[in-house]
């Protein structure tokens, strides 16, 4: 049953398993600068506005109804009228060291609601989907040459924002295919006409379920949620004096049209899955988490209201994290358009009042000091109008 | 009622390759009927001769011993080039230019089933197999093809034909070694007239009798040659004999006389019309399509382009009663390979996915090969595997189109609205390509 070995076996080996093309680090005319950066992509469109409630917006709590935090149920007051969802504490714990900032409503410069267009757009770092072969990123290690050292992407495909003309590494972390919750429910939707596929699925499913719930050290577990693994991972590498200094890390699972809940279901599960790789990520940088910046970004939000199955449905302005031992943390950024009925996009999605861009460049200039000129024109395409977000960085 | 697009490219067919199925839609009929003109192109005999040579030489090595440890670095040597090259055959196949060819390329294959389970030594011929006693035949005569595959190494060692010596021969009579009857049967049973075809089993002895001396050059004893097939008079079984009421004397001839003879009967062309309806028309044929065929097939002296032809009338015949068909996992794969190309496969390789999936190439538990039915392949633990599978290779391989345009390519106007909305409103572009990959249009032909 199994198709292929789990990823203990493969690091009992002792085997890195680089997937791509050059191993990075390696072979360069000069040492690489000790500044690291891990861009982190949260696929499937985080809930900006569950992740950090603004609890004091006069109309959060009509407008989320059902999904409302409330005071007292354990959210962090941040700055303003922002809080934090209690499943983050890591995350607050470095707001509160002045380690970690949240930008608030911003979006990838395209308005779509197709998650295939949105991180197309936010990984080609274009403004219309499929304008780019390659990514970003790449462009921005290429950008920056030597001093920067290589880019790994801890992934079993190279995602787009890693791809193009420079040579990047990929790590596929192994373990047994999951059939995550999303997955499983578009199945089951496009199965719904067929008598024998669905009823196939469901037993298949109910089968597997209890063979992996049952399972002591034959099976693998199958977990959908593992961004916090992958972190651990990528931080591995990036504290090696010879390893890469940028990573991605991909994360899944955020698309929550169902069942989203508050402070226990899915969200919450998927929030302290991303607490803990924040976590991961500070500690196994350990000494060099001074020098590192992470940012965490989505596609796109999610709608304002619940819809009929106490989830949301694709949105447009979302949060953003920016952490790190080099970030000048402790604050929210926003352009704060309010939730009032007027100020919700179509009606129904958190307006979103920044390029998201603009907090890509502003890091990249101030962390990995990339020039400006290269911003504009090679990094983000015809962006001369796209202005940094200035002061994300210490010093 | 004419012939489907989608019947024609996914079960006469192997699936549609971007684009294809517009081509099809406008003349179905055509389309597979020009693939039956095509000429066979005349198989090559040094890959055979060359793994003969090696076997060979493991098999002469002196002592026991030495014999063990030759053949165990030889098949250390050939199985990753084995499993290198079967791989490459299937993804080659599934892209063919004439897919109609390529599927009846593998129906045959899959009714004269050699296996290497339990019986390492057929794996060095499978290659050859394929490419020498079915390929060139399948537009050809089928009692060239079962004369060829009954004189093949592979289906020599894999029914043990090579340790059936006649009682009566010098061989026998020097030893004490008698007839093995399990190619005679199979011949009887599984290739030719079928069980329930009118043969005893008496006839099933003097078929195996027939047969005997039929063998590869092998061993330390074996003379030097480059031929793959030996007939060795020493373990013949002298004397006539008699099958299905037609009698025949000694000697190699009239073996292959008598397969001859068993692929004309009328049996034979019943017995391959329903099986051929099941494969590429539907689960429980009509009468009238498989009368369709076998008439064809034996009015023709079995030959197999002219069955071909009458096969793709019979399917436009009875195209108002054809029902979907489950795909087996060979056919899954080889129209998700048709459709996003060979890196769809994902990490593992085909034979292990195909492995995976209870289709195991070459790796059959009988000679019965792999069954046909819906029912045998539509379960829970079948779907599962797909969908894992599904999963595995959409993580691997590179998206370099949106999955929905890529299955309006594939799928033209067969493309259900509940199958572009799951594959248009999924996650992330990995998760598209996974729902593409487990889509209806994918699991039925």
Do not use: C
């Given at each position: 049953m199994t198709l292929m070995s789990s990823r203990?076996?493969?690091?009992?080996?002792?085997?890195?398993?680089?997937?791509?093309?050059?191993?990075?680090?390696?072979?360069?005319?000069?040492?690489?600068?000790?500044?690291?950066f891990v861009f982190i992509l949260l696929r499937g469109g985080m809930d900006g506005l569950a992740v950090v409630p603004p609890l004091g917006d006069p109309d959060y709590a009509r407008q989320r109804g059902g999904l409302a935090l409330k005071a007292g149920q354990g959210a962090a007051p941040l700055m303003g009228p922002f809080a934090l969802h209690p499943a983050m504490p890591e995350a607050l714990a470095m707001y509160q060291a002045r380690q970690l900032a949240v930008i608030h409503a911003v979006a990838p410069p395209h308005r779509t609601r197709s998650h295939f267009d949105a991180q197309n757009v936010l990984e080609g770092g274009g403004v219309r989907a499929f304008q780019r072969k390659d990514g970003w990123l790449n462009r921005a290690l290429a950008a920056a040459g030597a001093e920067l050292g290589g880019g790994l992407a801890i992934a079993s495909a190279m995602p787009l924002a890693m791809r193009g003309?420079?040579?990047?590494?990929?790590?596929?972390?192994?373990?047994?295919?999951?059939?995550?919750?999303?997955?499983?429910?578009?199945?089951?939707?496009?199965?719904?006409?067929?008598?024998?596929l669905s009823a196939a699925l469901d037993r298949g499913l109910t089968i597997k379920a209890s063979?992996?719930?049952?399972?002591?050290?034959?099976?693998?577990?199958?977990?959908?949620?593992?961004?916090?693994?992958?972190?651990?991972?990528?931080?591995?590498?990036?504290?090696?004096?010879?390893?890469?200094r940028v990573a991605m890390l991909d994360g899944g699972q955020w698309d929550t049209h169902v069942g989203q809940g508050t402070l226990q279901g899915r969200m919450p599960r998927l929030l302290t899955d991303l607490d803990n790789a924040f976590a991961a990520l500070k500690s196994g940088l350990d000494a060099h988490w001074r020098q590192t910046v992470v940012?965490?970004?989505?596609?796109?939000?999610?709608?304002?209201?619940?819809?009929?199955?106490?989830?949301?449905?694709?949105?447009?302005?979302?949060?953003?994290?920016?952490?790190?031992?080099?970030?000048?943390?402790?604050?929210?950024?926003a352009d704060w358009p309010g939730l009032s009925d007027r100020a919700l996009f179509e009606g129904r999605d958190l307006m979103a009042t920044m390029d998201m861009r603009r907090v890509l460049k502003g890091l990249l200039q101030d962390h990995l000091k990339l020039a400006s000129a290269k911003l504009d024109h090679d990094v983000f395409p015809d962006s001369g109008g796209v202005r940094p977000l200035d002061g994300l960085i210490r010093g | 009622m004419a012939l489907s697009t989608s019947h024609a490219l996914r079960r006469l067919g192997l699936g549609g390759a971007p684009g294809e199925a517009a081509t099809v839609a406008a003349d179905p009929y055509g389309w597979l009927w020009r693939q039956t003109t095509h000429a066979p192109k005349a198989p090559d005999p040094e890959p055979l001769r060359r793994t003969m040579r090696a076997f060979q030489a493991t098999t002469r090595a002196p002592t026991q011993k030495a014999r063990q440890a030759a053949m165990r670095a030889y098949f250390r040597d050939i199985r990753p080039k084995l499993r290198q090259s079967l791989d490459t055959s299937f993804v080659q196949g599934a892209q063919s230019d004439i897919p109609f060819v390529e599927r009846m390329v593998w129906f045959w294959t899959n009714h004269f089933t050699v296996s290497a389970k339990g019986k390492a030594r057929?794996?060095?011929?499978?290659?050859?197999?394929?490419?020498?006693?079915?390929?060139?035949?399948?537009?050809?005569?089928?009692g060239d093809m079962l004369v060829a595959v009954a004189q093949h190494p592979a289906m020599l060692i894999y029914l043990d034909n090579t340790i059936s010596i006649g009682p009566n021969s010098r061989a026998g009579q020097r030893n004490g070694r008698d007839l093995n009857e399990n190619l005679a049967r199979e011949l009887l049973e599984l290739h030719t007239v079928g069980v329930g075809g009118g043969y005893n089993?008496?006839?099933?002895?003097e078929l195996a009798k027939l047969l005997t001396g039929w063998t590869v050059p092998l061993g330390p004893k074996a003379p030097q040659t480059d031929s793959a097939f030996l007939f060795v008079r020493r373990q013949h079984e002298p004397g006539d004999k008699t099958v299905m009421g037609k009698s025949y004397a000694a000697g190699r001839v009239a073996g292959e006389q008598a397969l001859q003879d068993l692929a004309a009967r009328p049996e034979t062309a019943k017995f391959l019309g329903r099986k051929l309806a099941r494969h590429f028309i539907d689960n429980d044929p009509p009468a009238a399509a498989v009368h369709h065929i076998s008439s064809r097939y034996l009015e023709s002296g079995g030959d197999l382009r002219r069955t071909a032809e009458a096969l793709i009338e019979a399917a436009s015949l009875v195209a108002a009663h054809v029902r979907p068909k489950f795909t087996t996992p060979m056919d899954h794969l080889a129209a998700a390979v048709r459709g996003l190309g060979a890196g769809i496969v994902g990490p593992n390789g085909v034979q292990a996915t195909l492995a995976a999936f209870g289709q195991a190439p070459f790796l059959a538990g009988s000679p019965a090969g792999y069954p046909d039915a819906t029912a045998d392949w539509a379960t829970p633990d079948s779907l599962t595997r797909r969908l894992e599978w599904a999963v595995t290779a959409a993580e691997t391989a590179v998206v370099t189109d949106h999955p929905l345009a890529q299955a309006q390519a594939i799928f033209g106007d067969d493309l259900s609205p509940r199958t572009a909305d799951a594959i248009a409103s999924a996650e992330n572009p990995t998760e598209s390509l996974a729902l593409l990959l487990a889509a209806p249009e994918l699991l039925w032909k």
């Open positions: 203990r076996d493969i690091l009992k080996a002792g085997a890195t398993a680089l997937v791509g093309a050059a191993t990075p680090g390696l072979a360069l005319a000069r040492m690489p600068g000790e500044q690291r003309a420079k040579p990047v590494a990929s790590w596929a972390p192994r373990q047994a295919p999951a059939l995550a919750d999303g997955f499983q429910e578009r199945l089951a939707r496009m199965y719904a006409d067929d008598p024998i063979a992996e719930g049952g399972m002591a050290g034959k099976m693998r577990p199958v977990r959908a949620l593992s961004l916090a693994a992958n972190a651990r991972l990528a931080a591995d590498f990036l504290r090696r004096q010879n390893g890469p940012v965490a970004v989505t596609e796109f939000g999610r709608t304002v209201r619940p819809n009929g199955g106490n989830g949301t449905d694709h949105g447009f302005g979302s949060a953003a994290f920016v952490l790190g031992g080099a970030v000048r943390g402790g604050r929210v950024v | 057929v794996l060095p011929f499978i290659g050859s197999y394929v490419d020498d006693a079915i390929r060139p035949h399948a537009l050809g005569k089928f089993q008496k006839d099933v002895v």
